[in-house]
């Protein structure tokens, strides 16, 4: 097992992202992608991952 932690600095970038994407998400899922990101960037990428997304970005604010 392996926990990849990023800075709460990636958080906002990684949720432009997936709203670019046409995911609207809140800072929660935002944080597991852009965690996602780094293991990408560590490990290269994965065929078969697969990210919670909890939350609608409805209560963000951001």
Do not use: Q
Not at 25 to 53: Q, V, W
């Amino acid at each position: 097992m392996e926990i990849v932690t990023i800075p709460e600095s990636e958080i906002l970038p990684a949720r432009a992202t997936l709203a670019a994407k046409g995911v609207y998400c809140e800072h929660t899922t935002a944080g597991n992608f852009a965690a996602y990101k780094k293991y990408c960037e560590l490990h290269s990428r994965t065929p078969d991952s697969l990210i919670t997304m909890c939350g609608a970005g409805l209560k963000s604010d951001h």
